[in-house]
């Protein structure tokens, strides 16, 4: 059909999207027993090398820890600068006088935001697999604070088709990594057994983030008639993003994962001594 409904399409899509999920999950499989002995290896690491917890932690009890509020907040923060520019983008290109411009025979916003999904998709396993590497905050703030500077210079360069086309794919490899960086911090720090739970609780971060992105962009839009303040918001949250990662997550987790390998040797000790009497 040449044609056809909204219905039709997300109908159609959707029965693809889910029969592609259904497929996937037939090739998942439970960790064998050698996955879990090297797991246990790098969880009982020294005090000093520890990155992932020693300890399972409830998602009750974390609820009651200030690390995960300040991932909360975190990725609230993060949520809001990338729906903000998903939601307005093509409200802002136009008003750039961008909306009828042609870049490499196609229009800008179309070219945009077909570019925007290759490095918002890219981003993921890319960033996930750097911060194995070299620590999971190290990585956030080096990938926060490239959304920022990609924004500084897209809104710099708002009159140039090509860079704005080239600066909007940096936004999003910029934004769209806080899906693989937050799920493998949380596990990192409150362990594997409740994780799907845990970020359960930390993707209604996302939940905010939508609620306040659009509407508030839009607001702020409204009552100054220009997207500059917009912009300026986005990078100020993105720098204060990325400070935080460096200057307080980092910290915070690695006084919280020696506690764990602490309290993870303490019990262990009480077991063997109880074992043997």
């Known amino acids: 059909m040449r044609e056809s409904s909204y219905q039709t399409a997300l109908t159609l899509f959707g029965s693809i999207f889910g029969l592609v999920g259904l497929v996937a999950a ?8 050698a996955w879990r002995m ?40 993060m949520s809001t600068t990338g729906l903000m520019v998903t939601s307005q983008m093509g409200a802002f290109t136009r008003d750039f006088g961008m909306g009828s411009l042609l870049v490499f025979g196609m229009p800008v916003l179309p070219l945009a935001l077909s570019l925007d999904r290759l490095t918002n998709g890219a981003t993921r396993p890319f960033f996930g ?15 926060f604070a490239l959304e920022g500077a990609a924004m500084t210079l897209w809104l710099l360069a708002r009159d140039n088709p090509v860079m704005f086309v080239l600066l909007s794919g940096l936004v999003f490899f910029g934004w769209g990594e806080i899906f693989s960086l937050f799920p493998s911090t949380l596990t990192d720090t409150f362990g594997t057994r409740h994780a799907t739970a845990n970020y359960g609780c930390l993707y209604m971060a996302q939940g905010i983030g939508s609620v306040l992105g659009g509407p508030v962009a839009a607001l702020l839009h409204q009552s100054t008639g220009s997207w500059i303040p917009v912009f300026a918001v986005i990078i100020t949250m993105d720098f204060t993003t ?13 006084r919280w ?7 993870r040797v303490t019990a262990t000790a009480e077991e063997t001594v109880f074992g043997m009497t």
């Open 26 to 33: 037939q090739g998942l499989r439970q960790p064998g027993a």
């Open 38 to 77: 090297a797991w246990n290896q790098r969880t009982r690491a020294t005090a000093t090398g520890t990155t992932a917890a020693s300890i399972d932690v409830a998602p009750l009890e974390m609820l009651g820890t200030r690390i995960f509020w300040l991932m909360f907040a975190m990725m609230t923060m």
């Open 129 to 143: 697999w750097v911060s194995d590497r070299i620590g999971r905050e190290n990585t956030m703030l080096v990938a």
């Open 242 to 254: 990325a400070a935080l990662a460096i200057a307080a997550l980092k910290p915070m987790r690695r």
């Open 257 to 263: 994962l020696k506690k764990s390998h602490r309290e």
